[in-house]
């Protein structure tokens, strides 16, 4: 019998290795609840549901009711609680009339409390007031004399934001004086003989009570100062 070179006997182990591997891999299933890299992609109006064990919707996206005009689809997003209440969505309830989509956020009786604006910009809901409107004439502000620190406007807030903007009028006699802002009192910002004007870090946690102060000093006892809050708002970093 004829010698068999080596290298031949080890060239049929490896093939027989790679035909057992593709046996093997032939005969297991991937699996099914993992995406390891790549992207999953639903069109052609599919949407994608997740359930809760009992059957309630809690995560919807894709295809929404109503249709838009001409049978148009709407894609939409819905996310609702466990007890089935919405929470959040991106969806129009007639398509008609409000083509653009509100994003919206819902309490536990369906009232939406939060949304932007599907007709314009900014903000739908909540209604945010503005400053009251408050008399031209600097000779009906509040007003002190005194060379100390003295309160002229007290209120009371609830932190939701963690930069706070404020605008503070001035106006004075004689030598003039300033004015400052407190915070729980604390000082935000710098006093200023020219009234008040600046963004600062409220430095409070969310929803913690608020006690803001203005305050005014006169530079003398022949100096007066007036001043009026026009602007006093939470606003982002």
Same mark, same amino acid.
């Given at each position: 019998?004829?010698?068999?070179?080596?290298?031949?006997?080890?060239?049929?182990?490896?093939?027989?290795?790679?035909?057992?591997?593709?046996?093997?891999?032939?005969?297991?299933?991937?699996?099914?609840?993992?995406?390891?890299?790549?992207?999953?992609?639903?069109?052609?109006?599919?949407?994608?549901?997740?359930?809760?064990?009992?059957?309630?919707?809690?995560?919807?996206?894709?295809?929404?009711?109503?249709?838009?005009?001409?049978?148009?689809?709407?894609?939409?997003?819905?996310?609702?609680?466990?007890?089935?209440?919405?929470?959040?969505?991106?969806?129009?309830?007639?398509?008609?009339?409000?083509?653009?989509?509100?994003?919206?956020?819902?309490?536990?009786?369906?009232?939406?409390?939060?949304?932007?604006?599907?007709?314009?910009?900014?903000? *739908?809901?909540?209604?945010?007031?503005?400053?009251?409107?408050?008399?031209?004439?600097?000779?009906?502000?509040?007003?002190?004399?005194?060379?100390?620190?003295?309160?002229?406007?007290?209120?009371?807030?609830?932190?939701?934001?963690?930069?706070?903007?404020?605008?503070?009028?001035?106006?004075?006699?004689?030598?003039?004086?300033?004015?400052?802002?407190?915070?729980?009192?604390?000082?935000?910002?710098?006093?200023?003989?020219?009234?008040?004007?600046?963004?600062?870090?409220?430095?409070?946690?969310?929803?913690?009570?608020?006690?803001?102060?203005?305050?005014?000093?006169? *530079?003398?006892?022949?100096?007066?100062?007036?001043?009026?809050?026009?602007?006093?708002?939470?606003?982002?970093?």
């Amino acid at each position: 019998m004829a010698a068999i070179p080596l290298d031949i006997l080890d060239r049929i182990r490896d093939l027989e290795r790679q035909v057992r591997a593709l046996m093997g891999s032939a005969n297991t299933r991937p699996k099914m609840d993992e995406i390891q890299g790549g992207r999953v992609v639903i069109g052609d109006g599919g949407s994608l549901t997740v359930r809760t064990p009992e059957g309630k919707d809690l995560a919807y996206v894709g295809r929404v009711s109503p249709d838009r005009e001409g049978g148009q689809y709407q894609q939409g997003f819905v996310v609702r609680r466990d007890d089935g209440s919405a929470a959040i969505s991106v969806w129009t309830g007639d398509p008609k009339v409000m083509p653009d989509q509100p994003v919206q956020v819902y309490d536990r009786k369906g009232n939406v409390v939060v949304a932007d604006d599907a007709m314009g910009q900014g903000l *739908a809901k909540p209604y945010v007031p503005y400053p009251m409107p408050t008399p031209e004439d600097a000779t009906k502000w509040e007003s002190t004399r005194s060379t100390s620190w003295t309160t002229l406007y007290n209120g009371n807030g609830i932190a939701q934001h963690p930069k706070l903007y404020c605008i503070v009028a001035i106006a004075t006699a004689g030598n003039g004086g300033e004015l400052r802002l407190l915070v729980n009192d604390r000082q935000i910002g710098a006093a200023s003989k020219d009234g008040l004007w600046f963004t600062e870090p409220l430095g409070l946690d969310f929803g913690t009570r608020v006690t803001f102060k203005v305050q005014a000093r006169a *530079a003398n006892s022949n100096s007066t100062v007036w001043c009026s809050p026009r602007a006093l708002y939470g606003v982002q970093s």
